[in-house]
C-alpha cells in the first residue's frame, strides 16, 4: 500500500487494496464467496460515487492474488481491460459466462525465473503459453535470476505498462 501513496494523483486513478478475508482468496479456498462479494460491493460504490472509465479499470495481484486477478479479470472482460499479476499458481477463467463478443482484458504476467514457490518451467511457461493461446493480449516478462517475491520496481513498471497517466487515454 504504501509504493502506491503518489500513484493515484500520477494516474488520475483510484486505487482500491483489499486484503482476502481468510488466508487466501475465496476463489482459491474453494469457490465465490466473501471476498468476491466484497470486491463487488466496493466497485459498485465507486460506480455510484465516481464517474469511472471503462476502459480504465484493472486488477493484479501477487502469487495468489495473481490466481485471483486472472480468475476475476477475464472472467468478467466488461468490468476489467486488465489484469497484472506476479507469479500466479494457477488459471481459472470462468468461460462459461463468457459471449463471443466479450473483449479480451490485456494481461501483463511476470514471475522469477527461480521462482521456489512455482517454478518457472513448470507454471509459469505453461500459463504464458494458456493465456496467449485463449487469444489474450499478452505482455510476459520473466525476471531473470527473481525468486517468488516481486522485484523493487514491479508496481512501477506494471502502472507504467497500463499507460494510464494523467488525461492519456488507455491504449
Known amino acids: 500500500v504504501r509504493g502506491l501513496q503518489a500513484e493515484p494523483a500520477r494516474h488520475d486513478a483510484i486505487f482500491v487494496v483489499p486484503r482476502s478475508a481468510g488466508m487466501t482468496w475465496d476463489l482459491i479456498a474453494g469457490g465465490p464467496g466473501v471476498d468476491l462479494a466484497f470486491l463487488d460491493g466496493v466497485l459498485h460504490s465507486l460506480y455510484r460515487r465516481y464517474r469511472i472509465d471503462p476502459a480504465r479499470r ?9 490466481s485471483y486477478a486472472l480468475a476475476v479479470g477475464p472472467s468478467n472482460p466488461r468490468v476489467f481491460s486488465a489484469v497484472m499479476g506476479w507469479a500466479a499458481g494457477f488459471l481459472a477463467i470462468d468461460a462459461q459466462h463468457l459471449q463471443p463478443d466479450d ?3 490485456r494481461v501483463y504476467l511476470e514471475y522469477g525465473t527461480h521462482d521456489q514457490l512455482f517454478p518457472f518451467e513448470q507454471v509459469a511457461i505453461p500459463m504464458r503459453d494458456t493465456i ?3 487469444g ?6 520473466a525476471d531473470e535470476g527473481g525468486i517468488h517475491w516481486p522485484r523493487k520496481d514491479l508496481l512501477a513498471d506494471m502502472l ?6 494523467r488525461g492519456a487515454p488507455p491504449s
Request: proline share 11%.
Open 132 to 134: 496467449a493461446r485463449l
Open 136 to 141: 489474450y493480449p499478452l505482455d510476459f516478462r
Open 58 to 66: 484493472a486488477i493484479a495481484g501477487f502469487s495468489d492474488g495473481a
Open 103 to 105: 473483449p479480451k482484458p
Open 160 to 165: 507504467d505498462w497500463l499507460g494510464w497517466t
